[in-house]
């Protein structure tokens, strides 16, 4: 049994469709930020719009960034150096582009990866047509909707574990490397100085004519 | 309009362009590199827009023909899962079929343009990971499921990733515990190795130097 749907319904639900992809902004990247570097990121909000950003930095130095958020007018939002992670949210007061900088400026040779998440815009409607929905939802229709909700908080939070679990996983990692570089390093040094000893010991006792009793 | 016809029709506006994404600057030759630690099997979506800076009107250009961006997808391993070149505006795909951080690199083709503009190119990008990248509307179609059935079917993908993700997990604790249980080895060896070196070091320092003094006759 097919269902057609008239045309009339089809160009509806393009223009929905249209609308609602151009709706969905929800964005989480991880990037790596070189000494001495600033990268920014720009992003369209309208007013009245909800929007919040959360970073943490998972590799590098003391696993810390500048954060600044600047609005369309040219307004700090929010401005915070060297910090580890971080939440914020505001709603837009102006409709334009916001510009959100992460600065290593003030790190000489540590590059740092910072992962961030920014989140404008309700989530939108399954499909297009839930939008115009007149009936409230069933009992079925909204316990489903909270099992969403959840299990979207349940993902956040596999995410957070996740970073914070890179963070030391990373780092537990150039340990181990490092532990190789030193001991090497040291054995050497350790050859070096007992052999370079016994050599200058040596020759503070040939170039002068053997005077007992006299050693330093 | 048949349920054939629907689909294309859907299909075709979901890999509609960007217009509101993220967007960031890159110089013309600049290769930015994005990290995602996914668990395996695990699909990403990746959609891209280009525009050129233009010196004489001091605007992006809304498109320029022969700019084309190349994107590099690494695994965990640095095996290169994607190298393909796209257009201005571009969509990449790839499942990840082993755990760990995937490295998305994306750079600019334009190296006869660097000659004369030396400007920067804004990309709008928008990465979608794991049951982000499904299409609800066009499964809905295809399968012709009401909206509570789509619901569910969403909450069974997205159950699914959690699982995933889980997996993911036990797996990178017990890649954890061995390297910090090598540490422990390592550390261990190395410093019994080095207070043994150190011994016999001191032992021959001595064993020398004295059969030297005595040479010497200063003994």
């Not at chain 1, 709706?23 to 720009?42: G, H, K, M, N, R």
Request: contains cysteine; charged residues 25%; glycine residues 4%.
């Amino acid at each position: 049994m097919t269902v057609t749907i008239p045309l009339f319904r089809c160009f509806l639900l393009f223009f929905h469709v249209v609308v609602v992809f151009h709706l969905v902004s929800a964005t989480e990247l991880t990037f790596e930020l070189a000494d001495d570097d600033i990268q920014c990121f720009f992003e369209e909000i309208e007013k009245g719009e909800k929007f919040s950003l959360d970073y943490q930095v998972i590799t590098g130095g003391n696993y810390d960034v500048d954060c600044s958020i600047v609005d369309p007018g040219a307004k700090v939002l929010y401005e915070e150096s060297k910090k580890q992670y971080d939440h914020f949210s505001h709603t837009a007061e102006k409709t334009g582009v916001y510009k959100v900088c992460f600065s290593n400026e003030f790190s000489t040779f540590s590059h740092k990866t910072v992962y961030f998440d920014l989140q404008t815009r309700e989530e939108p409607a399954l499909i297009p047509e839930m939008h115009n929905r007149v009936s409230a939802l069933t009992q079925m229709e909204s316990s489903s909707v909270l099992i969403h909700e959840i299990l979207k908080t349940i993902s956040e939070s596999q995410t957070h574990y996740r970073l914070r679990e890179a963070i030391d996983r990373i780092r537990a990692e150039e340990i181990h490397e490092h532990v190789m570089y030193w001991s090497v390093g040291e054995t050497l040094i350790l050859f070096v100085v007992s052999i370079s000893q016994v050599v200058m010991l040596k020759s503070f006792f040939t170039d002068k004519k053997s005077i007992p009793g006299l050693g330093f | 309009m048949s349920p054939f016809s629907q689909i294309v029709f859907i299909a075709l506006l979901s890999s509609l362009s960007l217009t509101r994404a993220l967007y960031f600057h890159i110089g013309e030759t600049e290769k930015k590199c994005f990290i995602e630690e996914i668990p395996d099997e695990t699909m990403v979506i990746g959609k891209y827009r280009t525009q050129l800076w233009d010196k004489q009107t001091a605007a992006f250009l809304p498109s320029t023909p022969g700019l084309g961006m190349h994107v590099e997808v690494k695994d965990p391993d640095t095996k290169v899962v994607l190298s393909r070149q796209y257009g201005a505006e571009g969509r990449f795909t790839f499942t990840s079929h082993t755990p760990g951080e995937h490295q998305i690199c994306l750079h600019s083709n334009s190296s006869k343009m660097a000659l004369f503009t030396g400007g920067k190119l804004r990309v709008h990008l928008d990465i979608q990971v794991g049951e982000h990248t499904n299409n609800y509307p066009e499964i809905a179609a295809k399968d012709k499921l009401t909206e509570l059935q789509l619901r569910v079917r969403q909450l069974l993908d997205q159950v699914e990733q959690i699982q995933k993700e889980q997996n993911y997990q036990r797996y990178r604790e017990e890649r954890f515990r061995m390297t910090s249980e090598s540490t422990n080895q390592r550390v261990l060896w190395w410093s019994i190795t080095q207070t043994v070196i150190l011994l016999i070091t001191g032992i021959w320092q001595m064993r020398h130097l004295k059969s030297f003094f005595e040479a010497k006759k200063l003994v």
